[in-house]
């Protein structure tokens, strides 16, 4: 049974820093890409970032410069680490195992083949 468990979310003031967390489990998580996307209320799915199973980065360019993605195999986790956070930040998070990483999965997700409840992250201004 596959698993996908999103953590770290919050309230930040603008500007501030988050550390999203993913925990995969079911899935052979080193053999994936894997990927971050949002959707605030009332609005479509946004990529944010994904990476490849060999650690290739691909970010959507409205958080370039300012979020990080990195996985650590041994412990089966996917990261986002979010600085100089600002409102239009503000979304619930997902983490996507096994999609098909690219710059275009980044910008706009055209598939999702797992997701978990999400991370709620505000930013406020």
């Known amino acids: 049974q596959v698993q996908v468990v999103e953590s770290g979310g919050g309230l930040v003031q603008a500007g501030g820093s988050l550390r999203l967390s993913c925990t995969i489990s079911?899935?052979?998580?080193?053999?994936?890409?894997m990927g971050w996307f949002r959707q605030a209320p009332g609005k479509e799915r946004d990529g944010v970032s994904c990476i490849t199973w060999r650690s290739a980065t691909y970010y959507a360019d409205s958080v370039k410069g300012r979020f990080t993605i990195s996985r650590d195999n041994a412990k089966n986790t996917l990261y986002l680490e979010m600085n100089s956070l600002k409102p239009e930040d503000t979304a619930m998070y997902y983490c996507?195992?096994?999609?098909?990483?690219?710059?275009?999965?980044?910008?706009?997700?055209?598939?999702?083949?797992?997701r978990g409840q999400g991370t709620q992250v505000t930013v406020s201004s």
């Open positions: 079911g899935l052979q998580f080193g053999d994936l890409n």
């Open positions: 996507a195992p096994g999609i098909s990483c690219s710059t275009a999965w980044a910008t706009k997700p055209d598939h999702v083949n797992y």
